[in-house]
């Protein structure tokens, strides 16, 4: 079935950076666009960047753009975001998806928090 696990989040202070990886599996990754996103306790999902599936075009939020870098190696069947000059509005739960995804299918996500 289709699985997504997200990893890499952490406390950081503000300025700091982070990777986070989004393992996926039980479809032809290769062939989906994927999508970050992020959400706030009690609020929707919020839509941070996407890539097309062979990575040749990236879209961000304007609060990330310039900051975050989203990336994928279809190899590995693994999406990446480079978070850079974190601020603590970063903090979030973060999650990946295929696009389409499929109906309530979504992975554990990853805390990030940005403290000092």
């Known amino acids: 079935q289709v699985q997504f696990a997200e990893s890499g989040g952490g406390l950081v202070q503000p300025g700091g950076s982070l990777r986070l990886s989004c393992a996926a599996s039980g479809f032809p990754f290769s062939s989906y666009p994927m999508s970050w996103y992020r959400q706030d306790p009690g609020k929707e999902r919020e839509l941070v960047a996407d890539?097309?599936?062979?990575?040749?075009?990236?879209n961000y939020a304007a609060s990330v753009k310039g900051r975050f870098n989203i990336s994928r190696d279809n190899p590995k069947n693994t999406m990446y975001l480079q978070m850079n000059s974190l601020k603590a509005d970063d903090t979030a739960v973060y999650y990946c998806?295929?696009?389409?995804?499929?109906?309530?299918?979504w992975g554990q996500g990853t805390q990030v928090t940005v403290s000092s």
């Open positions: 890539i097309t599936s062979r990575g040749g075009t990236t």
């Open positions: 998806n295929r696009q389409p995804g499929l109906q309530g299918v």
